[in-house]
């Protein structure tokens, strides 16, 4: 799970956070959040942040003519969620050099700011065909190029 | 919500039942399966009753250039199920002349045979141009005279 | 489905709207809202209600010892939600003398302004020993005296 | 995510395999199965190595005053699932000598064999107090007596 950083670039991170609210669907019967829900709140907040830094939501993947499947997941969960609770869904996006998209998420309680969970995602790019793009797409060369980013 | 019944068919009806088990996931804070999961076991029993009457599944349909989105869903909760519990969907097709599919299901307690929900479904036939089919397709025409159903 | 309405009245009915977005999880491989999601979006919508016309949110009712569990729920599709689409879950109270509680549900696509489904649902009272209340219990006299409706 | 492995135990590791199949409601608009949805497969075959494997499924540890939240877990997506495909989940216990439950998992399509994902798992001790407990519960160790494991 190591990620190498450019621990030297002044540059500020491309982060967004997205606030979401605990649906009574999402919570178990121990009555906090069902762990495997916390893959929905991380694509709330992975699409949140693809559409505050244009370029990288959904929809825009799509038309450039690719899909960004997830290849790896990693989920901490460190303090639940409760039903009706809001929460703050923090995505920050991880520099590389490799044909891979990475984020990290950091998801915290409203009420007191504690960290509900942390996690990360790294994405990979496949084009029309169905082939896995080993090389950044043009489209993903722009994104970076436009919003500063390596 | 009345459906024709041909009451003077000696047929046995095509019914199909089908077992699931209640998963953690799918238990709200009540205890209970959550109301909405219920739509998923009804769809487990309509895919396996797509399966037994050969011809139906979905990826049968799919296969004859067809989709056949819900239109109309109707449930009644009677009694709870719980977690890890065993439970049946019996699935019973709905004889109608219209360019439809409508099913009937009754969900039962595998412990007391309790009847957990009732629902109905009714689905239309969509070609791939995406335009809905007034009257019913050669396939499932076929479908029909194969399972001796009006 | 037939349900009395007090058709005399004058009384505005209590109606409350929500604004949801569609999840790339809730779209299936027709690319549109998968049907059992919109009971994800009826309780949306429920929940929003209950918070607007203070007293009938689910930690309302779980604060006044009860439980309020779906008995009967009805669904009509009418057109495709997308990935990523805004919609609208419009939410009506509709009166009843029974101890019972009944919404109605108007989910349009913001785009257009047109219908995407339409439902309604009923809910039974359950006390703290797990008994269904025949008549209504006081914490939901109290809300409607406050609301001023039947 | 590396852990201990008593490499010299000859004991044969503590291994159970379910069968499971991709419902509809599974599949996302790539067509395969949404990457969120391992969670509930991983959760499938925890829950089956518990009851395989007597005194640890879900209301087991419930009926010994415990629950076993999920702390940590980690997926590698290999290969897509399809719908109404036929996959296996093997469940692997990990021994550990701290308060935790650990679990490997291995989800193969049925058709080739072919790996789709794997994964881990951490769950930690809570009692009937909401405390985490430190030290191994006392139903525990008799579970990894019973089944000679560490």
Same mark, same amino acid.
């Given at each position: ?6 621990? +030297?670039?002044?540059?500020? *991170? ?5 606030? =979401?609210? @605990? ?13 495997? %829900? ?14 505050? $830094? !244009?370029?990288?939501? #959904?929809?825009? =993947?799509?038309?450039?003519? #690719?899909?960004?499947? =997830?290849? &790896?997941?990693? @989920?901490? #969960?460190?303090?639940? +969620?409760?039903?009706?609770?809001? !929460? ?9 050099? !490799?044909?891979?998209?990475?984020? %990290?998420? @950091?998801?915290?309680? &409203?009420?007191?700011? !504690?960290?509900? *969970? ?6 990979? $790019? @496949?084009?029309?065909?169905? %082939?896995? %793009? +080993? ?16």
């Amino acid at each position: 799970m190591k990620r190498k950083r450019n621990i +030297l670039s002044a540059d500020p *991170a491309l982060v967004h956070t997205v606030r =979401i609210k @605990v649906r009574f669907s999402e919570v178990d019967s121990m009555r906090v959040v069902w762990h495997g %829900e916390y893959v929905r709140y991380f694509e709330d907040g992975r699409e949140a942040f693809g559409e505050h $830094f !244009a370029g990288l939501s #959904y929809r825009d =993947i799509h038309a450039s003519g #690719y899909t960004t499947p =997830i290849v &790896e997941m990693h @989920v901490e #969960y460190k303090r639940p +969620l409760h039903v009706a609770e809001h !929460a703050t869904v923090e995505t920050r996006y991880v520099p590389t050099e !490799a044909a891979k998209i990475c984020f %990290e998420y @950091v998801i915290r309680r &409203e009420t007191d700011g !504690a960290v509900a *969970a942390i996690g990360t995602t790294t994405q990979v $790019f @496949v084009n029309d065909r169905g %082939e896995m %793009e +080993l090389s950044m797409p043009e489209f993903f060369k722009e994104w970076k190029r436009r919003w500063n980013v390596l």
